[in-house]
């Protein structure tokens, strides 16, 4: 309760906490976060270009951050504090060290392990599906070292509070958020297109292609989807996806404007026939032209 509440503690009980973030760690890399060990553990070496070279670095990298963990969790009741703050302060300068964002992508070294672990040859399933799981494992492993990052932060600071000042590590970091591609936007356009108004690919290109902030708004609504959550943002994003396809059906579809521009009651009387026009003779209907059938195609995309 002293932990969870921020009070006073003894030094007793500080040392107690710390070692319990041991056993955290360990559940992270071989539980929780266990893509981590098995890049760990991945058959890396001799590489032949760039991409393998990366991919040697990421092996590395997770090896050596699973090996400090596994020292802790072996020497969980019998390591020294200051010992235990030497061993988090490297896990933490190792991290900061291999983040190394570039190209927008943070940890792009385990990455391209996890490409290398599941190639595309061989394989029984559509490359799509393929791309798909070494985009959710690389996603997955960014999330639990940034994580494991986080609790070693805590511990340090608890250390500090021990009398233990030497800290130079640096603080947490955000895990970087995976960018959808062409699968998440047709798997989502499938499941839960028809609610927000989009029916296919070219209304998706419609709504997104020029609004980048608006599309990490409909990213954070397709996440928490996936995950049978309810956005907490849905109803604007809803709002402006339809308000968004009204403006381009409108200059698009110039004659429509009126209608689109109307509420949804004066709408329907708009497409109403007159009352004082006679009904048209059913032995020979009239024809219609090309912006009159596309208006009557769009009406009854949105009835």
């Known amino acids: 309760m002293a932990h969870k509440y921020k009070i006073a503690a003894s030094t007793a009980d500080l040392e107690v906490m710390v070692r319990k973030h041991i056993d955290v760690l360990y559940t992270y890399v071989h539980g929780t976060y266990g893509i981590l060990n098995d ?5 890396a070496s001799n ?5 393998e070279e990366l991919a040697v670095r990421g092996h590395k ?3 050596q951050l699973v090996s400090i963990i596994d020292f802790l969790k072996k020497s969980r009741n019998t390591v020294t504090m200051p010992e235990l703050q030497a061993a988090l302060v490297r896990m933490s300068t190792l991290i900061d060290k291999e983040l190394q964002v570039e190209g927008g992508v943070q940890f792009p070294q385990i990455s391209a392990l996890i490409w290398e672990m599941i190639p595309l040859h061989g394989q029984k399933v559509s490359p799509a599906y393929v791309e798909k799981v070494r ?3 690389s996603n997955k492993a960014r999330h639990g070292i940034m994580r494991i990052k986080s609790v070693a932060t805590t511990a340090l600071k608890e250390l500090q509070q021990m009398g233990l000042s030497q800290n130079p590590a640096s603080g947490r970091f955000e895990a970087q958020r ?3 591609d062409l699968y998440d936007i047709i798997k989502f356009i499938r499941a839960h297109g028809a609610q927000y108004g989009i029916q296919d690919e070219g209304d998706w290109e419609t709504v997104f292609r020029n609004d980048p902030q608006f599309l990490e708004d409909m990213t954070t609504v397709i996440y928490a989807k996936e995950r049978a959550h309810s956005p907490r943002d849905e109803a604007y994003v809803s709002a402006q996806i339809l308000k968004a396809l009204r403006d381009h059906r409108a200059r698009t579809e110039g004659v429509n404007a009126p209608y689109f ?3 949804e009651d004066q709408a329907k009387e708009m497409v109403q026939p ?8 059913t032995a020979n209907p009239p024809l219609k032209n090309e912006s009159s ?8 995309k949105y009835q």
């Open 274 to 281: 007159e009352q004082d026009e006679p009904a048209p003779s």
């Open 178 to 180: 995976t960018k959808l």
């Open 293 to 300: 059938r596309k208006f009557e195609r769009l009406l009854r």
């Open 261 to 263: 521009e109307a509420g």
């Open 39 to 43: 890049c760990a553990m991945a058959d």
């Open 61 to 63: 990298f997770c090896k």
């Open 135 to 137: 985009k959710e494992k």
């Open 47 to 51: 590489p032949t270009n760039e991409q």
